[in-house]
């Protein structure tokens, strides 16, 4: 089993950049493909972005592309977002997820406590 701690939310400017990352322990996360979620209030939670066990496969949600960034270090067992050209609509809780599925959509069973991405404006 995993256990998964997001960090790096907070707030944001419109066209700003905010890094998010996602602390695994327990096990390793090379074992696992990982993502992120988010949900703004009164919002059901969407799929964010994904990334493959190795980190050569990615895949985002199509209002996210071009301006995130889905990474991993598994030597730190760390998972990131790089957002970027940040918009209102971005404000949201985000959520770390892990799957042992080979699929990068999922479905997900591990999921972290969320961070808060708030907009500023």
């Known amino acids: 089993q995993v256990q998964l701690v997001e960090s790096g939310g907070g707030l944001m400017q419109a066209g700003g950049s905010l890094r998010l990352s996602c602390a695994a322990s327990?096990?390793?996360?090379?074992?696992?493909?990982m993502g992120w979620f988010r949900q703004a209030p009164g919002k059901e939670r969407e799929f964010v972005a994904a990334?493959?066990?190795?980190?050569?496969?990615?895949t985002y949600t199509m209002s996210v592309k071009g301006r995130f960034t889905i990474s991993r270090d598994n030597a730190k067992n760390t998972l990131y977002l790089q957002m970027n050209s940040l918009k209102p609509e971005d404000a949201a809780v985000y959520y770390c997820?892990?799957?042992?599925?080979?699929?990068?959509?999922?479905?997900?069973?591990?999921w972290g406590q969320g961070t808060q991405v708030t907009d500023s404006s």
């Open positions: 327990g096990r390793t996360v090379n074992g696992y493909v």
């Open positions: 990334i493959n066990r190795s980190g050569d496969l990615t």
């Open positions: 997820a892990a799957t042992s599925q080979i699929f990068l959509r999922g479905p997900y069973g591990y």
